[in-house]
């Protein structure tokens, strides 16, 4: 993946490359203790709401109105994401996801995001 954002399912270890860790996710991975997550911060409040993780979870073929829909709740709530983005400016940041889908999660189109609209940094 092209720039400072890095995508680390929360079931998988940390790595001494990952930088800074956030988990993005709405609510906690299941069966997963804090300690063993390694993360900076829990920013649940940077992950789509409640009915946009309802209507679109787990279906590929809305995955561009899934990002559409997620990206105006993200213009909505710039205090949300900031955190991760301050971090992103000093070096390396690992979204930190539950998600089964590795393509399809809110932590790929967050990193889009961030990156598109907020760091120049092309996607690719």
């Known amino acids: 993946m092209s720039g400072p954002f ?36 829990w920013i649940k409040d940077a992950s789509p709401s409640d009915a946009l993780r309802r209507e679109f979870h787990a279906v590929p073929e809305k995955w561009d109105a899934f990002r559409r829909h997620y990206f105006k ?24 996801y539950a998600a089964k889908d590795t393509i399809h999660n809110n932590a790929a189109a967050l990193a889009e995001y961030l990156r598109a609209r907020h760091t120049g940094i092309p996607i690719g």
């Open 6 to 41: 890095k995508l680390k399912r929360a079931y998988d270890a940390p790595e001494d490359d990952d930088g800074v860790r956030f988990l993005v996710d709405r609510l906690w991975p299941r069966g997963i203790k804090k300690e063993s997550l390694k993360i900076e911060g």
């Open 73 to 96: 709740e993200l213009d909505a709530k710039p205090e949300s994401w900031k955190p991760i983005l301050e971090a992103a400016r000093r070096g390396p940041v690992t979204l930190v």
